[in-house]
């Protein structure tokens, strides 16, 4: 029968108990809020109002690459592949261009949270696609899905002006979605994973 030694043992105790979803904030997460302002502001500059398909899908390209660079600066150390910069960029870019059609460019608070909605989709699955798992995929779509939704309520809740029809709504409903994001990720996105150079 083996026995494991006090460090070992310590050790398992630790990893065993860092495997482990935590519903505590990751405080670090809450950086991510800060690249959604700039990468719509830089998108918006670029591509103009989010009033056409083809705006709306260089909007959420550019937005979504500057946004997922951000937190793919903070998952990388939890190995996660470079592959959610771009799949962040496609995702926004296709579910911003779909929901944007589906409520004719509207920009009141009902078509905005629809909007945000399909956007979100789009975000998380592409997101959830780099995890490999199809559960943890399921999972973190279904969450980006209703925190996009709740970003662009608070924002429009909040009289930030979106008859400017941007790609993505502002602080309010960022720090929102990010500190919401930061009580689940260690569910998606382990510490116990790799670190990566």
């Known amino acids: 029968m083996s026995h494991l030694t006090a460090p070992a043992a310590l050790s398992s105790s630790i990893d065993h108990r860092s495997s482990r979803p935590s519903f505590r904030p990751w405080w670090r997460w809450l950086l991510t809020a800060l690249a959604f302002p700039p990468a719509g502001l830089l998108a918006h500059v670029v591509a ?7 705006a709306a899908v260089l909007n959420g390209v550019i937005a979504g690459a500057g946004i997922g660079a951000a937190q793919w600066a903070l998952l990388r150390h939890r190995d996660v592949s470079r592959a959610w910069v771009p799949a962040t960029a496609v995702g926004l870019g296709a579910g911003l261009a779909v929901g944007a059609a ?15 909605a399909v956007s979100g989709l789009g975000v998380g699955i592409a997101q959830g696609a780099t995890f490999g798992a199809a559960k943890s995929t399921l999972g973190w779509s279904v969450a980006t899905t209703a925190l996009f939704a709740l970003g ?44 990566t150079s």
Request: proline residues 2%; aromatic residues 10%.
């Open 48 to 54: 103009g109002r989010v009033d056409s398909i083809s």
């Open 102 to 116: 589906l409520v004719s460019y509207r920009t009141d608070i009902t078509s905005l949270a629809l909007m945000g």
């Open 152 to 195: 662009w309520t608070i924002t429009t809740a909040g009289g930030i002006d979106v008859s400017q029809q941007w790609a993505v709504f502002g602080l309010y409903g960022c720090t929102t979605l990010a500190f919401l994001q930061s009580l689940i990720l260690d569910t998606f996105v382990p510490t116990t994973t790799k670190v």
